[in-house]
């Protein structure tokens, strides 16, 4: 079996460095809507693992369930969820945990840097109230101590006048600030994982490679492990270790960053990779044929097989595993004969 | 300014007052309510005067002669054209003089003022029932999907029963059948008034209480569902504090407009309460004015109810400014 086979290697992995984060054959079922409704799957499965200090790209267009396995991994899914599968952190299923050890998990080891600053900051409390209340209220530093250490973090994400901005209400910063805010926020208890839900795509593009240079800079200087969620595969590229292609729920490669860029051996990471303009060549851009599915409308075979130029009847009939060779896996039936033909970028 | 020091992180932390320009925020709120106020006054005056039926019946009767009549009319000062009227009710009310009451043939003011105290301890703890109440049952029913269902079946049941039905069935059940409560009048003294006046203020509360509840269980399910609400939750912050830190504060805003705007109608209210209940404060006391055409008290009366009203909405926006600092930021934008 195919499958025993991924999971020994990851065994092996596991123990040659202990994983930080580590989440093995991950799949969720969500209530639907109405009532009466069916389960909705929106993770099939999901398999990865991050190293302590080490960061990893977690890539797909949205709707492929990047977003649900951060709140898996944070333990922050609807009411209702059905959640197969581990998330293990140091080696603990977060499964298992009680209500106290979540507090201290989520409040300490495990910080997340959401989407929108905007809506996931209360818009009723002021900045420094805000930076310092999951420290304070878990009583790792007192009130004095954890407004010092916020404004230290402030000044080191560019922010001069920490004093006056630790004042100011949400609404009164613009949406640059208030990312370099939640970065702050998410340090604050000196975290040893961070996870960033797609941290730049509600801002301006200007402001974007200004905060992904800040977060990356910061992380990397405390070794704090990363699980950085985007749909820009050359931005996640350059700023992780390795990266996780995900589909409709579904991760189908992964890889460190440079090869997986360089040769990709998954028809959608080569697509994804075609797709993008390019700024020293004038070519037509190739867009992915099809519109891209979500986990629910995946039939049994391939998730990625409606859209892909080289799918067979078995690819349509049979999900492929994710195998691992060579420090890379990668979840495609003709992986072998395509090496060949698919062609990467330059990272 | 007390912090000066914005660049050394080390200095003490103090807070700065609000930078919202006080004065002239107050000073704006103050003379609106009062341009709220004269122009009610004169609206609650010209429709008074234009409804039917003639005041001077009640001091001549129906049988008096022309000239009768006339002097009546001229003594009450109602021959003179309604502007003329207006004014001088006006310039007397701003002197504290309320007219005469035509029934009664005493000063406004006398018939008043001894049953402010009356009214106002039953409109008083009808408020503090319906904040207590409405607001904790809203919480409930806004976080617990086990008590949602009792929560909106206690809301259908207080908004459709009208308060002179609950009244009658509290007094038959606590008053007649029980005995614990009197059925009527409004007690000495403090204790003896709280006991003759809880039964109607229950019945005043019921369909505020259950409004109160039902915009409370809306705004914390509100609340709760907003990103910022999975924020705190991810960072650890215990229930507790989740529920009063970031959804409740940010609930009271339209939860707070709604129990204020209810606490100012309940003047209003007590009029069928008392009633009911043979309690001898303002709200009976405008029913039997009304009925009598004693203008005079109803003018003074409705004008009463208006001020609280006024008082209470005044308050409200203020109170608006302080808590949200988003309407803050009217003056200069970020």
Redesign the interface.
């Given at each position: 079996m195919t499958a025993t086979k991924t999971t020994e290697a990851e065994m092996r992995q596991m123990a040659a460095a202990p994983a930080l984060l580590d989440i093995e054959h991950l799949r969720i079922d969500l209530p639907g809507r109405g009532r009466g409704d069916s389960m909705r799957r929106v993770i099939h499965d999901v398999s990865l693992s991050v190293a302590p200090g080490a960061s990893v790209g977690l890539v797909g267009e949205s709707g492929s369930g990047k977003s649900m396995t951060t709140k898996a991994v944070m333990g922050l899914l609807p009411k209702g969820a059905k959640v197969s599968g581990a998330v293990r952190f140091r080696g603990e299923d977060v499964s298992t945990y009680d209500r106290k050890r979540w507090t201290a998990y989520r409040s300490h080891d495990a910080s997340m840097i959401h989407q929108d600053p905007r809506s996931y900051t209360n818009p009723l409390v002021r900045m420094g109230d805000f930076l310092i209340e999951s420290v304070v209220a878990t009583r790792q530093m007192t009130r004095d101590e954890a407004r010092d250490k916020a404004c230290a973090l402030l000044r080191e994400v560019g922010i001069a006048d920490a004093a006056r901005r630790m004042e100011q209400y949400p609404h009164e910063l613009s949406g640059g600030l208030l990312q370099r805010m939640m970065i702050v926020m998410a340090l604050m208890p000196s975290p040893s994982l961070v996870l960033a839900d797609e941290p730049t795509t509600a801002l301006d593009p200007t402001v974007q490679s200004e905060v992904v240079a800040i977060l990356s800079e910061q992380i990397r200087e405390r070794s704090v492990g990363l699980l950085f969620i985007t749909h820009d595969l050359d931005l996640a590229a350059a700023i992780n270790d390795s990266l996780a292609v995900m589909y409709a729920g579904v991760i189908v490669e992964k890889g460190p960053s440079s090869a997986l860029v360089a040769h990709p051996r998954h028809p959608y990471t080569a697509g994804l990779l075609r797709s993008r303009p390019r700024l020293d060549e004038v070519e037509e851009l190739r867009a992915i044929p099809g519109r891209p599915l979500s986990a629910f409308e995946a039939g049994k075979g391939c998730v990625f097989a409606s859209r892909c130029e080289f799918a067979t009847d078995r690819c349509r009939e049979e999900r492929p595993e994710l195998i691992e060779a060579g420090g890379r896996s990668v979840a495609c039936h003709r992986a072998d004969e395509l090496s060949d033909v698919l062609v990467g970028g330059s990272a | 300014m007390t912090?000066t020091?914005?660049?050394?992180?080390?200095?003490r932390?103090t807070?700065?007052w609000p930078r919202l320009p006080v004065l002239r925020v107050i000073a704006r709120s103050v003379l609106g309510a009062a341009a709220t106020v004269l122009a009610a006054s004169f609206l609650i005056y010209a429709a008074l005067s234009l409804t039917p039926g003639d005041p001077v019946d009640q001091i001549v009767g129906q049988r008096a002669t022309p000239e009768q009549r006339a002097a009546a009319r001229a003594q009450l000062g109602l021959d003179e054209p309604l502007p003329v009227r207006y004014v001088h009710w006006v310039t007397d009310a701003v002197q504290g003089d309320l007219g005469r009451s035509i029934t009664y043939r005493q000063d406004v003011t006398g018939l008043v003022e001894p049953r402010i105290a009356t009214t106002l301890t039953l409109v008083a703890l009808a408020a503090v029932i319906i904040v207590v109440f409405g607001i904790a049952l809203g919480a409930f029913g806004g976080m617990s999907d086990r008590w949602r269902p009792v929560v909106s079946a206690f809301v259908g049941v207080g908004l459709s029963v009208p308060a002179f039905v609950s009244a009658t069935v509290l007094i038959g059940v606590f008053a007649v059948k029980l005995g614990w409560f009197p059925t009527f009048g409004a007690g000495d003294g403090f204790v003896d008034r709280l006991h003759h006046l809880l039964l109607p203020a229950i019945a005043l509360s019921l369909g505020w209480t259950a409004y109160v509840a039902q915009m409370t269980t809306a705004a914390v399910r509100e609340q709760a569902g907003?990103?910022?609400v999975?924020?705190?939750?991810?960072?650890?912050?215990?229930r507790g504090?989740v529920f009063r830190?970031?959804i409740l504060?940010?609930a009271a805003l339209p939860v707070m407009t709604a129990s204020g705007l209810t606490v100012a109608g309940l003047v209003a209210g007590s009029v069928i309460v008392e009633t009911a209940f043979s309690v001898d404060g303002i709200g009976s006391l405008l029913m039997k004015s009304v009925t009598n055409k004693d203008y005079p008290v109803v003018m003074a009366i409705s004008m009463l109810i208006v001020v609280i009203f006024v008082v209470v909405t005044t308050l409200l926006d203020l109170a608006q400014t302080v808590?949200?600092?988003?309407t803050r930021?009217t003056g200069g934008r970020?």
């Open positions: - | 912090s020091s914005a660049t050394s992180g080390t200095a932390w807070r700065p907003k990103d910022h999975t924020t705190a939750v991810g960072r650890g912050l215990g504090l830190r970031h504060r940010n808590l949200d600092p988003r930021t970020k």
